[in-house]
């Protein structure tokens, strides 16, 4: 009996600590080694239940009930693992495009902010943008506003992209920060879905590669992000009425 009552505390102790552990995980977005303790622990129950069917021979009806229970539970968890906890978050340029379209499908129609930085993931040039999947996504929506944060153009290529845009994308308003003072390092799409504020941000790692996790402001790290962008527009530089003409025209020019 002292064994069974072990057993149970130690059972029910592991049951809070792996519930409190994933329910962490799924909420920061966290890709880390600790979901192989949920994998293990799902191959153990599949394993653990097929060895006692087989092995035991006097096995009654409430036997077979909780073999039952714990062969399920070992499937659910490894699904559940695979699909909340073992997520890919590293991407190729080419694989951000169909994230952030399906993001960007989903959202309200009010407001989409950007992250921009010079907004060369756009394409370098007008005819690289007019074959651009996510600028022609991003366009095909009616946003009754378009909020994008990006660099202070310097040259003339960014000037003609920015340009671009304004011509395109009449909802759409620029505001400026200076990199060299303040390098935001991070891109990515703030929308509103249903009321709730969410947020695809991704980093860049190395070339062609980027670090992205999509989240809301009920997370901590979503809550930042988000008061980051509100910061950084309230304090960026607004674009004049004549200086969106002169960026215009540089479009309408060529």
Sequence with gaps: M??????????VSLGAFLGA???KLVTHNSQTRWKW?????????LLFSIFYLITVDSLVIEDYAYLIILFTSGIFL??????FLDKKYV??????DPIVNSFTTSADTSEIKLFGGD???FGNSPKDMDGNSQYNHLKSITFKKVSILCETPGDIYTKIRYGKILHDMSNAELRFYNPNEADLRIRGRLKTLQGVEKLLIYSKI??????????DTANSNGALYNNIWKLAWSLANKLKSKEREELINLIESN
């Design 91 to 96: 991407y190729k340029t080419s694989e951000l």
């Design 2 to 11: 002292d064994s069974q009552i072990l057993l149970a505390f130690t059972t």
């Design 37 to 45: 303790a949920f994998y293990v622990l799902g191959i153990l129950s």
């Design 21 to 23: 552990l994933g329910n």
């Design 206 to 215: 190395e070339s062609k590669k980027y670090y992205a996790i999509e989240t």
């Design 119 to 121: 907004l060369n993931f």
């Design 78 to 83: 490894i699904i559940f693992t695979s699909k």
